[in-house]
Nanobody, 120 residues
Framework: QVQLVESGGRLVQAGDSLRLSCTGS????????LAWFRQAPGKSRNFAAL???????YYADSVKGRFTISRDNAKNTVYLQMNSLKPDDTAVYYC??????????????WGQGTQVTVSS
């Protein structure tokens, strides 16, 4: 069992940077693939980025070059550094943990989400 709590979401302006954090608990956190998904208003939840237990990273084309995912296993935390934010990045951002490290895999555990709003 893994529990996940996101933080860091807020209102920012286009072009700004923002870092999201997700702190987890549970024995398997450090060996899990950790990911960020996002859900824009009226749309389905979509994959954004994933980091494997050993640091390999995967990104959706829409965020590649602007977002960076990282993890600190000593702190049981995964981060999403978001640069050059656009209004289209407005969404609820969800942290997730799972067993498969690839683009858009099925995930086993989810956080409650944190709202990111980018104004133009």
């Amino acid at each position: 069992q893994v529990q996940l709590v996101e933080s860091g979401g807020r209102l920012v302006q286009a072009g700004d940077s923002l870092r999201l954090s997700c702190t987890g608990s549970g024995r398997t956190f450090s060996s899990s693939a950790l990911a960020w998904f996002r859900q824009a208003p009226g749309k389905s939840r979509n994959f954004a980025a994933l980091i494997s237990w050993n640091g390999a990273t995967y990104y959706a084309d829409s965020v590649k070059g602007r977002f960076t995912i990282s993890r600190d296993n000593a702190k049981n935390t995964v981060y999403l550094q978001m640069n050059s934010l656009k209004p289209d990045d407005t969404a609820v951002y969800y942290c997730a943990a799972g067993r498969i490290a690839t683009v858009n895999p099925p995930m086993d555990y989810w956080g409650q989400g944190t709202q990111v709003t980018v104004s133009s």
